[in-house]
């Protein structure tokens, strides 16, 4: 691990695994299975051409997997909870998060991205595009957000989603913990 507390930099520029036209901001993405052994997360995601992922944490110490355009404007972020130090289990948040989010007025949707499946919605402030996602595969929480500002929003709305589809849980993690 690097002295800053990241753990990996997976550059995704010049792989040869085509995956097709997914919109505007890419014209041809190509994408690859990041190594499972190169992550300190349970989960694995296919990332767009130009897209690096990090690990960075947060002000709390809360560790979570950044996915960063090659032009650094946006932020695709992924973090998960552990259930047993919390009194709420992964079901329960997900359609918590969803209730509150429909009361608050927004969107919310069901949704499958590999693995997960949980609700999407969709929202923003006076200068951020923000998406998100609330997740679980089986008892696993996940929390997932992308935002921009608001002049790019939906600009990576395609690559993203693909991105998502691709989320799988990694086979040993679920294994110990089934």
């Not at 009194?87 to 927004?106: F, L, P, Q, T, Y």
């Not at 929480?141 to 790019?152: I, Q, T």
């Amino acid at each position: 691990m690097h002295p800053s507390g990241e753990v990996g930099r997976f550059q995704m520029d010049n792989l040869s695994s085509p995956l097709g036209d997914f919109g505007r901001s890419a014209a041809k993405p190509h994408a690859l299975r990041m190594p499972e052994q190169h992550t300190p997360f349970p989960w694995s995601i296919e990332l767009a051409s130009g897209w690096v992922v990090e690990t960075r944490l947060d002000p709390d110490r809360t560790e979570f997997m950044a996915i960063i355009p090659k032009n650094k404007d946006a932020l695709l972020r992924l973090t998960t909870y552990n259930p047993d130090e919390r009194d709420i289990d992964a079901v329960k948040w997900v359609e918590s998060v969803a209730h509150i989010n429909r009361v608050k007025g927004r969107s919310v949707t069901s949704i499958r991205c590999g693995d997960f499946s949980g609700y999407t919605l969709r929202f923003a402030t006076s200068d951020e595009s923000l998406r998100g996602w609330v997740m679980r595969a089986g008892s696993f929480p996940l929390d997932v957000s992308y935002r921009c500002d608001l002049k790019n929003s939906g600009r990576d709305d395609l690559l993203v989603d693909h991105m998502l589809k691709t989320l799988l849980m990694n086979k040993q993690y679920v294994a110990e913990i089934g």
